[in-house]
């Protein structure tokens, strides 16, 4: 099994930027391709951005496309997101995922 725990949220003003974490532990062997969901209150989840071993296939939602990098460290078991020129419609939980594992989440506030 793989366990994965983000980190780096927070309260940052519109126009800012925030760098998550994901550290992954366990069977990381199985770990290929990493991502970033969101989810908003109210919303249901959805894609961010995904990172394939090599960084060789990258993908982004529209909506944070220039704006966010994803990522990868496997040497650290890491990957990132980073996240310029926020907006308050960014405002949402993240998660980190492979596969059928997801981490707890952080939480990413963007002030209007």
């Known amino acids: 099994q793989v366990q994965l725990a983000e980190s780096g949220g927070g309260l940052v003003q519109a126009g800012g930027s925030l760098r998550l974490s994901c550290a992954a532990s366990?069977?990381?062997?199985?770990?290929?391709?990493m991502g970033w969901f969101r989810q908003a209150p109210g919303k249901e989840r959805e894609f961010v951005a995904s990172?394939?071993?090599?960084?060789?296939?990258?993908h982004y939602a529209d909506s944070v496309k220039g704006r966010f990098t994803i990522s990868r460290d496997n040497a650290k078991n890491t990957v990132y997101l980073q996240m310029n020129s926020l907006k308050p419609e960014d405002t949402a939980v993240y998660y980190c995922?492979?596969?059928?594992?997801w981490g707890k989440g952080t939480l990413v506030t963007v002030s209007s």
């Open positions: 990172i394939s071993w090599r960084g060789s296939s990258i």
């Open positions: 366990g069977r990381t062997s199985s770990v290929y391709t």
């Open positions: 995922n492979n596969r059928d594992y």
